[in-house]
Each structure stands twice: as structure tokens, then as C-alpha cells.
T-cell receptor, first 115, second 112 residues
Framework: SAVISQKPSRDICQRGTSLTIQCQVD?????MFWYRQQPGQSLTLIAT?????????ESGFVIDKFPISRPNLTFSTLTVSNMSPEDSSIYLC????????????FGSGTRLTVV | GDSVTQMEGPVTLSEEAFLTINCTYT??????LFWYVQYPGEGLQLLLK?????DKGSNKGFEATYRKETTSFHLEKGSVQVSDSAVYFC???????????FGSGTQLTVLP
């Protein structure tokens, strides 16, 4: 199944700055998903990123705050812009584990703390 | 849209006790269903899955059966171990992009 390398694994950032999170997959995948896990809570989908098209954002998330790049079939970035303490969360990317089969692999996550 | 309702935690059990974590879903059609586990300080791992009604997913002694009539996918294990202490998430796959909808998560602590 797919293997994801996500970085950074954690960061502490100043309010008002931006952080870009990278996910590299060891195989070509059509869709990549970005999730947020706020402290003590479940995962919430931020957006779905297809190669060659604009990402599709879920309700409550906007491109200006969470711009996403998807330059090829193995790589994506998520930027958390103009950060505030409320953005402190774990951010995870996800892809299908095996093409055409049900099931998803997750990156190890980026633990972001905004101070 | 799809939604997943999961038994609230935290759950604390003694080693070798029987575990049930309830999960029900609402969805259009018949989504694929999953249980994910998150061990302390680690990422999310797929525990088991079922893709159609009456399918039983199993792994590491855990089982869950896809019950269409009750729209449920309860997680069970006959004898838990201390190493099973983790947060367990039920999830359903649906929507045009086949994204996952997660339950709220259940923290399980197993005491020796």
C-alpha cells in the first residue's frame, strides 16, 4: 500500500505567520485529502486535492486561509496562512492505500502549535 | 451529508475484558466502513474495514460487522490487552470524492 512522508512532524509558529506542510507519496495517486484534528477531537476534512485542478474545500475552510498545491501525482502541500492560536492542531494528509480499493493511508501528521 | 456517531468515551477496562465500541452511520447509499486506531503520539492506522453489507472486518483480534439493517459497525474484541490502549475512530467513505467522515473517537485505556 501507499507510503506517505509528511513534514514537518511538528512546529511552533508565531501568530500571523504561515506554515507549509508537505506530503510525498511513494506512488501516483489521483486524489489527496487534507484533514485537521483539533486537540482532543476527531478529524475534519479540509479539502480534496486533484492533480491539475483547484482543490475542493469543505464548508468552513477557504483557499485564502488554507492554500493547497498539487503539482504532480505524488506530492501536495497545505499552507496554513496568517496563523492564530485557534489553528493549533494536527494536520494530516491521506491517500488511497491501494489504487481502486477501499481504504486510506494517512501521513504521520504535523503537530502545529501557534503562540 | 454523511455522518458517523460513535460511542463516547473514555472507556477504561481491565486486561482480558470484552470490548465493544458502538458506531452508527447515516449515508446515502452504502458507504464503505472503517475503524482506525491512533496510538499515543502516533498517526492514524487502518485497523479494519468492510465494504458491503454483512461483511466482517477483522484484524489483531478486533472484529466489526457491517449491519445494513441497523446502519451499524460496532467494534468488538474478546480480550483486550494493555497494548490496545489508544483512540479508536469509526469512519464512513462517501461523497463524490469518496472522502472519509469520522466519528468523534473513543479513548480506550486498558489497565493491567
Amino acid at each position: 500500500s501507499a507510503v506517505i512522508s509528511q513534514k514537518p512532524s511538528r512546529d511552533i509558529c508565531q501568530r500571523g505567520t504561515s506554515l507549509t506542510i508537505q506530503c510525498q507519496v511513494d506512488s501516483q495517486v489521483t486524489m489527496m485529502f487534507w484533514y485537521r484534528q483539533q486537540p482532543g477531537q476527531s478529524l475534519t476534512l479540509i479539502a480534496t486535492a486533484n492533480q491539475g485542478s483547484e482543490a475542493t474545500y469543505e464548508s468552513g475552510f477557504v483557499i485564502d486561509k488554507f492554500p493547497i498545491s498539487r503539482p504532480n501525482l505524488t506530492f501536495s502541500t497545505l499552507t496554513v496562512s496568517n496563523m492564530s492560536p485557534e489553528d493549533s492542531s494536527i494536520y494530516l494528509c491521506s491517500v488511497e492505500s491501494v489504487r481502486g480499493q477501499r481504504g486510506y493511508t494517512f501521513g504521520s501528521g504535523t503537530r502545529l502549535t501557534v503562540v | 451529508g454523511d455522518s458517523v456517531t460513535q460511542m463516547e468515551g473514555p472507556v477504561t477496562l481491565s486486561e482480558e475484558a470484552f470490548l465493544t465500541i458502538n458506531c452508527t452511520y447515516t449515508a446515502t447509499g452504502y458507504p464503505s466502513l472503517f475503524w482506525y486506531v491512533q496510538y499515543p503520539g502516533e498517526g492514524l492506522q487502518l485497523l479494519l474495514k468492510a465494504t458491503k453489507a454483512d461483511d466482517k472486518g477483522s484484524n489483531k483480534g478486533f472484529e466489526a460487522t457491517y449491519r445494513k439493517e441497523t446502519t451499524s459497525f460496532h467494534l468488538e474484541k474478546g480480550s483486550v490487552q494493555v497494548s490496545d490502549s489508544a483512540v479508536y475512530f469509526c469512519a464512513a467513505e462517501g461523497g463524490s470524492a469518496r472522502q472519509l467522515t469520522f466519528g468523534s473517537g473513543t479513548q480506550l485505556t486498558v489497565l493491567p
